[in-house]
DNA sequence: TTATTACATCGCAATATTACGATAATAAAT
DNA sequence: ATTTATTATCGTAATATTGCGATGTAATAA
C-alpha cells in the first residue's frame, strides 16, 4: 500500500509524524542549520552550498515552506529565505511535549 | 533516483535525519507514547491498541529498535518492550542542539 | 508429541520520496 | 524589446516506505 492509515491516530501524533518528516532529510536538515548560521538571510546559493542541483534545493525549500518552519520574501531577482521563530518554536515545543514525557527514573528495562 | 546523497552532508546531519524518519510516522509516534504512558514496560498488544496488523506492528517496532530508543526483552512467550532512556536523552540532545541553535532574538524577516 | 500463543520475517502491491534535466515565470539590466 | 539571472514547476526514473497475508520460529501448555 504505502500509504499511511492516518486516521487511525491522534491529531498531534500526525501532526509530529509531518514535521518529522521534514527533518528526516539530511538537505533539509542542513538549509535549516544554514539559515541558522548565516544570521542575515540567505538567498538560494544553498546550490553553491550544498552539491544538490537547483531544481532539488528548490523542492526541499517548498516542504520546509510547507511546514512553516522558513518564510521567502522576494527581494529584487532573488528570493530571501528565512527561518519563522513563531513556528519554529511551536515545532520545538512539540518535540520537546514527547522527550519531556519520558521520565528518566523509569524502573523497567 | 530516491536515494538520499548522505556523502554531500555531515555524519551530524544524516544522523539526525536518520533518527527523525522514525519519528516520521504516527504509528511509530503512538508507540513510543503508549510505551512512555504504560510505565510498566508492554508487550504486542500494541496490535489492540493502534488498528494496524500484527506484522505491521512488528515492522514498526523493529525501525524503533534499530534506532536504538526500544529494547525488547523476551519474556518467556512474548516480549516486554520499553524506550532505552540513554538512548531517549541523546535523541533528544540532537534535536534540542538544533533548536536551540536559532537565537529567537534574530533580526530577519 | 502436538497444539497454542506471541512475534518475526518474507514477499508483494500500492504509494511516496528523491533527484535532476527541461522548461516556465519573473524581475532587473542592456 | 532582448538578454540575463534567479527561482519555481513539470515530468520522469530510481528507490524507499507502508501495510498486510502467509509463513517461519520459539517457548509454553495439554
Redesign the pocket.
Known sequence: ?????TDLFTEKQNELAKVA?VF??P?RVAILEYLIQANSCI???L?QELG?????I??????LKEIGLIK?S?E????NYCIDPIRWAEVQNLFQDLFSGFPKISGCC
Chains 1, 2 share one sequence.
Open positions: 500500500m504505502g500509504v499511511t492509515k518528516k528526516a532529510h538537505a538567498n538560494g546559493d546550490v544538490l542541483a537547483q531544481a532539488t528548490s523542492q526541499h525549500l517548498r516542504e521567502g522576494i529584487g531577482v532573488s528570493v
